[in-house]
């Protein structure tokens, strides 16, 4: 992979932490991770080594005993503190540690005499030292905006009380509030710490196996060995390496920064406007979070609401994200042939046999996740199982660079780095979940919404689309998910629509932030590597990726679309959004394929046509079909004679 861009303008996107991963921050990282990694696979597999056996809440204390501390160490408070640790953050590493370690111990104790209740004082002071310690975790793992809304909500049971309407509630004392936070099952030990040490720390874990070891390499090299020499390419290529990137980092931000200082210097050399080169990387790279089977933490915490296996949400997914996909191949293969672009050059596309060969066991370890996840339904043990399996295939059958000690270290030090970020974050924006559940006000607003929408299901889920979009401007997909699955999820449920369904639609609408104006992160990052216009890539990400704003209401009406309902159902609404895709590709990009070129009258027919097959009726399935036929075969007879563009 190219290596990143150290450029001012693009260092504020890369993940901080690298430049302090070094000397004896590294070697704690190393060993004082690994120990935490070792701690989550003995809780998991349940293997009692040396009699180490934790109480749930136990254990969640010793997990931000050791990870909170290490994002101290590792993510610096101020950018003028990113080379260097000063004195502050080793004493924030060390009462982190003491302060985490005491509750641990203490776990039996605070659930059999009630210590969130009401505690002694010395409990009650390390509450309070757990909770600001977790509001500047979330403050330097997930920003300033992220930490600002934690604050509200966790200063929130203070004044309630004296709030007006709907966000009345039961109001809390302040020592009531830091013991409610901090030794309650429902805050910063609630569901999000839950899914992070019984589930997402495997995955992580298997994400770092493969950027380690070269599977990123690897999937650059396997996209542009399939698609390379097609038309257009460089941004199939783009495309598809940054859908496997993405589906293991899980991070969107993550993805532009590391795949596309190599998909858009292509992409730009092949002919495509350094706006569209720029969008299209933005786009796979947003998508890429919500592709099965890693997808993104988000996906985790989703299963744990919903109480249902990870396995359903990765079916759910696939679907409305491999159309996702098929939309941008087929978007950027019509202005490839409406602009006479080519593909790379074969001096500059690698053997697919020889791709296949050196990694094989890339793909071999996808698979078996996908195989135990979905048909062996072991989600605990699913992501242990195909890390072993592949860095057993790698130090096997992997002829130069074999998995060694250096890059086993490397994994261990990845594997913490991303699992303090993560715990550092879920900590803090445990808080949300805990200060509805305090006051009540959860249940209250969504109530109130399905009031406002007054019987109307359409209304509701314009309200829910444009809270989640709101929402999702500010504060990672994490946090907006875990409120509106409090406040919108029983709204949109309560209609009678599908639970699963109904939580898609909130987090789809929570990501389109990352491509659409005013904010567009993934966008603007993008724009910085393609040296072009911020919101000139913007607006061209969000047209590229307009499927994206359609998806989630097909979800919500139609779980058809989701694998959800009679097979004959299933089959037919897959098919009508695939065929409404391919229409929408072809007039936004003005070009039919079979015919050639078409004009503003076409490309108006055809996003008529699209519509129809979306609008899940089978009425409206024959009119669309009937109507497109007719369409398609004037175009035909009209424009068959005249000069064709590239073809490919």
């Avoid at 310690?133 to 309630?160: D, M, N, Q, S, Y």
């Avoid at 966000?167 to 809390?172: R, S, T």
């Avoid at 830091?178 to 805050?187: D, N, Q, T």
């Avoid at 109130?448 to 989640?468: D, F």
């Amino acid at each position: 992979m190219a290596e990143q861009s150290t450029s001012p303008e693009l260092e504020r996107f890369e993940e901080p932490g690298e430049k302090r991963l070094t000397g004896l921050v590294y070697w704690i990282a190393l060993f004082y991770g690994g120990f935490g990694l070792l701690v989550a696979i003995n809780q998991t597999f349940s293997f009692n080594a040396f009699g180490f056996v934790l109480i749930d809440n136990a254990y969640y204390y010793l997990l931000i005993g050791i990870f909170l501390p290490l994002a101290f160490l590792i993510f610096p408070a101020t950018k003028s503190h990113s080379d260097r640790v000063p004195l502050y953050d080793w004493m924030l590493f060390v009462a982190t540690i003491a302060a985490s370690y005491y509750l641990s111990y203490h776990g039996a104790d605070m659930v059999q005499q009630g210590w969130d209740i009401a505690a002694p004082a010395l409990p009650t002071a390390v509450a309070a030292a757990i909770c600001f310690l977790a509001l500047e975790g979330v403050r330097r793992a997930g920003g300033w905006i992220l930490f600002c809304v934690c604050l509200v909500f966790f200063t929130f049971p203070l004044w309630t009380q004296e709030a007006p309407g709907f966000l009345w509630g039961m109001g809390k004392t302040p020592l009531e509030l830091v013991r409610s936070y901090a030794m309650g099952f429902e805050s910063i030990v609630g569901v999000p710490m839950r899914v992070a040490g019984n589930i997402l720390i495997g995955f992580l874990v298997f994400g770092a196996a493969l950027v380690v070891t070269g599977g990123g390499e690897f999937f650059m090299n396997f996209a542009a060995a399939l698609l390379g020499k097609s038309r257009g390419g460089p941004a199939k290529v783009a495309i598809v390496s940054s859908g496997f990137f993405g589906s293991l980092s899980g991070s969107v931000i993550s993805n532009v920064v590391t795949t596309g200082q190599l998909t858009i210097p292509t992409m730009k050399r092949a002919g495509y406007p350094p706006s569209y080169a720029g969008a299209v990387e933005a786009c796979a790279s947003t998508g890429g979070t919500l592709m099965p089977p890693v997808m993104g933490a988000v996906a985790f915490i989703m299963a744990e609401f919903l109480n249902i296996p990870y396995s359903d949400i990765v079916i759910a997914a696939a679907v409305p994200s491999i159309l996702f996909y098929v939309a941008l191949l087929l978007q950027v293969d019509c202005y490839a042939a409406v602009q006479g672009l080519k593909g790379q050059s074969a001096e500059e596309i690698p053997s697919m046999w020889q791709t296949l060969k050196e990694g094989w066991f890339y793909l071999f370890s996808l698979g078996l996740l996908v195989y135990l996840l979905v048909f062996a339904r072991l989600q605990l043990y699913a992501p242990y199982y195909a890390t072993i399996a592949l860095l057993v295939a790698v130090a096997i059958f992997r002829k130069q660079n074999r998995f060694n000690l250096k890059q086993f270290m490397a994994l261990i030090v990845e594997s913490t780095k991303t699992i303090s970020n993560i715990i550092a974050i879920l900590a803090g924006i445990g808080v949300i979940v805990g200060s509805l559940a305090f006051t009540g006000v959860g249940g209250a607003f969504s109530r109130e919404l399905v009031g406002l929408a007054q019987g109307s299901l359409w209304l509701l889920l314009v309200m829910g689309a444009i809270t989640s979009f709101l929402l999702g401007m500010g504060v990672t997909v994490s946090a907006c998910y875990i409120f509106l699955a409090i406040v919108m999820g029983p709204a949109l449920i309560e209609f009678g629509l599908d639970p699963i369904a109904s939580h898609l639609f909130i987090l789809y609408w929570g990501m389109l932030s990352y491509i659409t104006p005013p904010v567009a992160l993934a966008a603007v990052a993008a724009s910085v590597i393609a040296g072009s216009k911020q919101m000139e890539t913007a607006f061209m990400a969000m047209r590229l990726g307009s499927i994206k704003f359609i998806l989630p209401f097909i979800v919500v009406v139609t779980p058809a679309l989701i694998i959800r309902g009679a097979p004959l159902d299933v089959v037919l609404t897959i098919s009508a959004c695939t065929v409404a895709v391919v229409l929408m590709a072809c007039g936004f990009e003005g070009y039919l394929y079979g015919v050639g070129k078409v004009g503003a009258l076409m490309r108006t027919l055809l996003f008529l046509g699209a519509g129809g097959f979306l609008y899940p009726d089978y009425t409206s399935y024959m009119v669309a079909t009937i109507g497109t036929v007719i369409v398609y075969c004037a175009a035909f007879m009209t424009l068959r004679g005249r000069p064709q563009v590239a073809s490919g």
